[in-house]
């Protein structure tokens, strides 16, 4: 994958307004995990989304909604514990109509009721996918969910909700993680970003990107939920789901990079990651 080639696809006309560039849907955040949310969708605002907007349980509504006045904020029906309820389910298929891209799964929990709400969003909707998290946990024992999403999804598992999900052993061998993560791809239809040191990008057509951006500093809360709204907002920009996971973990892991240049390794936060998206973005795509 050319990353600068991708990168150019970007450049916007004198004349574009925000509706050229992606509506963007984002189902996150719970009780005790509003941040989840923030995070996804200030990074799908950095990576040039034209709108975004966030369903969070309405138990948890004015923590998010005072925080950001950037992001569109939908209230939805919470279960007793602050998370999603079933009961928000055609309201979030209204929704979806009007949407570009969904985004679903950083902190929405692994309450039952909840996951349940996962797949059934996942099971109904036509629109292009990015599955992270609780999302990917309600996966597991119902890769049927995954299939009916065929051609429409990217997978953004760690190691752990990747084995989680679809079983088997993983470690550290880059043989064995490409390996794994192709087989995945190809047999799901999806496009699998499986995080780590050099995150492998698998696509069902067989193709496969090593990134080579990122440090060990990034290996904190939230880095992945910056990740999850970085590839919808370039989804939402009209590149291919393949070429938004590669240019989003290029992008990402640079402005991690960048990141630990100036706060180190050991002190750097998803948020950091968050404020030098502009500076890596300026990088690949010259104002």
């Known amino acids: 994958m050319n990353i600068q080639s991708v990168a150019k696809k970007l450049k916007r006309s004198p004349t ?4 050229n ?3 963007i849907f984002i189902l996150a955040g719970s009780r005790g995990m509003t941040g989840a949310a ?11 989304a034209g709108l975004v907007t ?29 998370t999603l309820s079933l009961k928000g389910f055609p309201e979030i298929q209204r929704f979806c109509a009007t949407q570009n891209v969904l985004a679903i799964g950083p902190g929405l929990s692994q309450h039952s009721t909840t ?3 996962i ?22 024992g119902h890769l049927k969910v995954l299939d009916a999403c065929r051609g429409r999804a990217v997978l953004t598992p ?4 990747f084995v989680r999900v679809f079983g088997g052993k993983l470690d550290d061998s880059n043989v064995l993680r490409k390996k794994r993560a192709l087989d995945a791809a190809q047999k799901h239809g999806a496009v699998i970003v499986l995080k780590g040191h050099r995150t492998v990008i698998a696509a069902p057509s067989g193709d496969c990107h090593i990134n080579t951006t990122g440090n060990p500093g990034m290996a904190t809360a939230g880095s992945g939920d910056v990740l999850t709204g970085m ?11 393949f070429e938004a996971a590669c240019l989003g973990g290029h992008v990402h892991g640079l402005a991690g990079d960048m990141a630990a240049e100036k706060v180190g390794q050991i002190s750097l936060t998803a948020g950091d990651i968050l404020r030098f998206l502009p500076d890596a973005f300026k990088t690949v795509i010259p104002v």
Do not use: C
Not at 231 to 241: D, E, K, N, S, Y
């Open 16 to 19: 574009a307004h925000k509706g």
């Open 21 to 23: 560039f992606g509506r």
């Open 38 to 48: 923030h995070l996804a969708g200030m990074a799908a605002l950095r990576s040039g």
């Open 54 to 82: 966030i369903g969070i349980p309405d138990a948890v509504y004015l923590v998010i909604a005072r925080r950001e006045s950037e992001l569109m904020i939908r209230p939805l029906p919470s279960t007793k514990k602050g």
């Open 115 to 117: 996951q349940k709400l």
């Open 119 to 140: 797949r059934k969003v996942l099971q109904t909707t036509e629109l292009p996918l990015v599955i992270d998290a609780d999302g990917l946990n309600a996966l597991k």
């Open 158 to 161: 760690h190691p752990g909700e």
């Open 231 to 241: 590839i919808a907002a370039l989804m939402g920009q009209g590149l291919t789901h």
